[in-house]
């Protein structure tokens, strides 16, 4: 138990449940991460797979890629504009 702690606190892992509750809970996340802008989905991806495949430098390397096509983005500004009016964000992947 006390891996499985770790690797939660350490941000490894973001949801912990008993088994029966897997299903619901990856399908609560999935959801949540469908809200989010696709580009920004698509980007992150990206970064996961470039990690997956090669080492922790060239995952990092990935991750910055990913972090400059989303920033300064169309999509950047309205995930902040949406959150400050409380509204759901409209997405253009732009």
Known sequence: MGDLVCT???GH????TMQREALDAALVLAHRICR????????CLA???TQLAADADLGWAATQ????????S?????GVRSFL??????????
């Open 74 to 78: 169309e999509d950047a500004a309205e």
């Open 65 to 72: 890629r990913a972090k400059a096509v989303i920033t300064g």
């Open 8 to 10: 939660h606190r350490d």
């Open 47 to 49: 970064a996961i797979d």
């Open 36 to 43: 989010n802008a696709p580009m920004a989905v698509q980007a």
């Open 85 to 94: 009016e409380k509204r759901q964000p409209v997405w253009k992947a732009r």
């Open 13 to 16: 892992v973001l949801v912990v």
